[in-house]
């Protein structure tokens, strides 16, 4: 069991860094939450509040605890259902495309 947050809500799951073929690299991750959980992180989207995951990243084949600052991609399962989360590391704004 891995235990990660996102401002401060439990979750289970982690980030691992992801290299893709033409170069680009992001850290993303999946997060299962319990149905109560889900509903909290539900009202901090709707509120636009900045999300901030803490917890075990996996990069260049070892294990670190990180925090950074995500964005939502996708969140699946019914409202008031347990909730399987994808995540994605949310660049810093203004940052100069590669």
């Known amino acids: 069991m891995i235990v990660a947050s996102i401002n401060g809500t439990p979750a289970l799951g982690f980030v691992e860094f992801v290299e893709r073929d033409d ?45 950074l600052s995500i964005a939502v991609r996708s969140m699946d399962g019914p409202l008031g259902q347990p909730s399987t989360v994808h995540i994605v590391e949310k660049k810093a704004e203004g940052a100069a495309a590669a």
Do not use: H
């Open 23 to 67: 170069g680009t690299a992001d850290r993303a991750g999946v997060l299962k939450l319990t149905a109560a959980n889900a509903q909290r992180l539900q009202a901090m989207l709707e509120r636009n509040e900045p999300l901030i995951y803490a917890g075990p990243v996996f990069l260049d084949g070892r294990w670190c605890s990180q925090t």
